[in-house]
């Protein structure tokens, strides 16, 4: 990390081998929308950052961290790098993937997007 204030986050993958039908629409999502290379990622890395794979300083996570009083949001990191933005810390991408194995059934991602979006007010 250095001294330099900022967030590095590794980035994640989907497994190459087609999952069951069920889930077939949250692996497809994933890989073309979440599991982007590194160097992607690093052009709009403030648009491209999850939460899932990264590391920060305390210090920096203590000034700007998740803020847990808006109830079942699930834009937990879109604020996060939000505030990181608004805080000048910049977020490095680097290639250091975590492979992503928990896949929702087409209902459940579908339920989630539904939720996420009428949460949206709550920004």
Excluded: C
Aim: hydrophobic share 35%.
């Amino acid at each position: 990390l250095g001294n330099d204030p900022k967030l590095v986050n590794g980035g994640l993958v989907y497994p190459d081998e087609k999952p069951q039908k069920s889930k077939l629409f949250r692996w497809i999502y994933g890989k073309n929308r979440e599991a982007l290379d590194y160097r992607r990622r690093q052009k709009n890395p403030y648009l491209s950052s999850l939460s899932l794979n990264f590391i920060i300083h305390k210090s920096i996570f203590e000034k700007v961290s998740f803020n847990e009083s808006i109830p079942n949001l699930r834009h937990e990191d879109t604020l996060f790098s939000y505030s990181l933005m608004k805080e000048n810390i910049q977020i490095e991408h680097i290639n250091n993937p975590v492979y992503h194995y928990g896949m929702d059934d087409f209902e459940v991602a579908i339920r989630k997007e539904n939720e996420s979006l009428h949460a949206l007010k709550h920004l």
